[in-house]
């Protein structure tokens, strides 16, 4: 089921509880459209009461100071906490530095979700579902 959004793709699988979404770009000239979509995708989990989240940050491209990233992100986790949101799972991307990023945000925040890693959909769908992946 795809969820109306204007600024992002969210596909929702009501049988599973999943809600995916493609990461979006983080660029200087768009940081308040960036504040503004993640609210958005908030208020979408919220609304929907959505359980598991499924980030695909493959193709992301950050362009923005760590600073910037940092304040992103941390308000988008913030957010995330006034939800009943219980698993996120992202689809990794291949720069080492922003996992690492990830990985030390992961460390020091106090998440009331669990929150891992994946380089495929499928390892992500079976973490979510509690199964093993089967080859």
Request: aromatic share 10%.
């Amino acid at each position: 089921m795809i969820i109306s959004n204007k600024l992002l793709h969210l596909d929702y699988d009501p049988s599973i509880d999943v809600l995916f979404v493609e990461w979006p770009d983080f660029n200087n000239y768009s940081l308040a459209e960036l504040h503004y979509t993640l609210e958005s995708l908030v208020e979408t989990i919220r609304s929907y009461d959505i359980k598991n989240l499924l980030v695909d940050a493959t193709k992301t491209v950050v362009a923005i100071d760590q600073g910037d990233y940092e304040e992103i992100s941390g308000k988008f986790a913030q957010n995330l906490l006034t939800t009943r949101l219980q698993k996120l799972a992202r689809l990794v991307s291949d720069s080492s530095v922003r996992e690492r990023h990830v990985e030390n945000f992961k460390k020091k925040s106090n998440f009331s979700f669990e929150l891992e890693s994946f380089s495929t959909k499928e390892e992500a769908l079976a973490w979510i579902r509690d199964r093993e992946v089967i080859s």
